[in-house]
């Protein structure tokens, strides 16, 4: 595995721990106009996005090797 692998990698699994972070955030307000709920949906789409260019880019099946 090269330099570049582990660096993509480890980009990838930040990426999907924002996601879960967001999540979170998403599933706790009740009030649904709550301040950081907004924020939370957009960084959510956004990080969803990123994370489909990265596949189209490197692909799916590197990223499982």
């Given amino acids: 595995m090269s330099a570049e692998d ?3 990698r480890k980009y990838l699994q ?3 721990e924002e ?3 967001c999540i979170a955030l998403l599933a706790t ?3 649904k106009t709550a301040f950081g709920y907004g924020e939370a949906s957009g960084t959510y789409q956004g990080l969803c996005r ?3 260019l990265f596949l189209e880019v490197v692909g ?3 990223d499982r090797a």
Avoid: F, I, Y
């Fill in 19 to 21: 996601q879960a972070g």
């Fill in 29 to 31: 307000p009740k009030d």
């Fill in 6 to 8: 582990t660096v993509l």
């Fill in 60 to 62: 799916e099946d590197e």
């Fill in 50 to 52: 990123a994370e489909q």
């Fill in 14 to 16: 930040r990426l999907k």
